[in-house]
């Protein structure tokens, strides 16, 4: 099957800062959450940290011209908070600043759009001594934050995204503990929830009051729930699963309200007002999918429910996550019936694999070209359907750090070696080369 994606479709690649930057200690970067969890015994699988990565600080004009040879037309990268705040507030970082207008500017000289995610998971750990997501106060902080990024790099820069997956940062950082700041706490995973919703409302007023040129959105992790048996107990916890994951962040900001279920457990962190600062207009949601979510009743979790990402049997990804493209329209599909049909952005979609070097130095990745066709295949899909997708990114550039999975989760386009840090591009980074220059899906 050939399928034709419009002119003005874009292609991009994505990254964040804590998974390949390294450098946490050098030129004033503060210590953030990731930082202080990687010490934490057994909280990373393989025990590693991100403390050098793919060292992108040093190497990152080498990326840049990874990303020129990819051909993309965009790259959607994370400023790290720790970097420009060290303390969470107070005199930005000059040195970090510095940083990230060498990158724009060098992505600009290669032709290249750069997006900037404002929040990627990697909170100033004078934030958390604060109580981080749990304290109303971050709503102030971050818009503090992102006004400081955007008036710096604004002049160049015309997309900028308030938070990546909220969700994730609420459930696994908050509920389950799997993520910094590793808690598993009701009343944190709640206060979780609506604070991350009020700071990125905080911020799309700051920042539209600064400029209202710049194109402003949010990246959420979206994804149809499934029972993971065919219980009457296993459906209600997919249908509360849905409430708490999708409808949590969606219903807030596009209909002004939480879910009826969600409702009840958030109420005490509203205030007047919060909102209909949640719900002001966008330019574009970025959605993240990478598979659908298979729920069960757990009594002892906090939200009283488990997850996983795949039944018995279902082809997967080596992070076990079920692999089938169908997820993928039928998210896209849902937000232009149920969320009326904003402009979407695939800001992450992507696939880890056991990739190994061939005798001929190559990474031969035909199982993540696969993938990215299929999930390809979907969006265009949707768009035959009526959903208004403007554009995919590739997660991820690199190999990098895969948060408490370290560095055996392989999602990269390009492969590093880890002990060298040297960089070489798979089979399916030529692959998606040759899509961004044709926008012809084969």
Not at 112 to 119: A, R, S, T
Not at 124 to 137: F, T
Not at 153 to 159: E, F, I, P
Request: aromatic share 12%; charged share 25%; hydrophobic share 40%.
């Amino acid at each position: 099957m050939t399928i034709a994606f419009p002119e003005n479709f874009v292609w991009g690649a994505s990254t964040s800062a804590y998974q390949i930057e390294g450098a946490v200690h050098e030129d004033g970067r503060g210590e953030s959450i990731w930082d202080v969890f990687c010490r934490v015994p057994d909280a990373i699988r393989t025990g590693e940290t991100g403390a050098i990565a793919c060292d992108h600080y040093h190497l990152w004009h080498r990326d840049v011209a990874l990303l020129r040879d990819l051909g993309v037309g965009a790259y959607r990268f994370s400023v790290a908070w720790p970097r420009i705040f060290p303390d969470g507030r107070g005199r930005p970082n000059a040195a970090g600043l510095d940083f990230y207008d060498r990158l724009v500017d060098a992505l600009g000289e290669a032709g290249i759009d750069p997006w900037v995610c404002l929040y990627h998971w990697d909170l100033p750990q004078a934030l958390e001594r604060r109580d981080g997501w749990r304290n109303r106060d971050i709503a102030a902080r971050f818009a503090d934050y992102a006004c400081t990024v955007a008036n710096r790099l604004g002049d160049r820069v015309s997309y900028f995204l308030t938070l990546n997956e909220p969700s994730v940062t609420a459930w696994l950082g908050h509920a389950t503990g799997e993520h910094a700041p590793g808690l598993a706490e009701t009343d944190a995973f709640h206060a979780a929830i609506h604070h991350q919703n009020l700071a990125h409302g905080t911020a799309v007023d700051a920042l539209r009051q600064e400029n209202e040129g710049w194109k402003l959105g949010i990246v959420l992790s979206l994804a149809p729930t499934r029972p993971a048996d065919d219980s009457q107990s296993a459906l209600e916890a997919a249908d509360m699963l849905d409430a708490l994951w999708n409808g949590a962040f969606l219903d807030p900001i596009y209909h002004g309200r939480y879910p009826e279920r969600v409702a009840p457990l958030v109420d005490r962190y509203v205030d007047s007002g919060d909102l209909e600062r949640i719900a002001r207009p966008l330019d574009l949601l970025g959605v993240n999918h990478y598979a659908r979510l298979y729920a069960r009743p757990d009594r002892a979790a906090v939200a009283g429910l488990a997850m996983g990402a795949a039944p018995a049997g279902a082809p997967t990804t080596s992070m076990g996550w079920e692999i089938d493209g169908g997820g993928l329209s039928e998210t896209l599909l849902r937000l232009k019936d149920d969320y009326r049909n904003p402009p979407v952005f695939i800001t992450e979609n992507g696939a880890a694999f056991d990739d190994i070097p061939a005798e001929d130095g190559r990474v031969h990745d035909g199982d993540r070209i696969d993938y990215l066709r299929e999930y390809i295949e979907a969006v265009a899909s949707a768009r035959t359907g009526g959903a208004d997708v403007r554009g995919y990114f590739a997660w991820s550039l690199l190999d990098n750090f895969e948060w408490a999975e370290g560095y055996d989760r392989r999602f990269g386009l390009v492969h590093v070696d880890f002990e060298t840090r040297d960089r070489t591009p798979k089979d399916s980074f030529r692959w998606y080369a040759e899509l961004a220059h044709e926008g012809i899906l084969r």
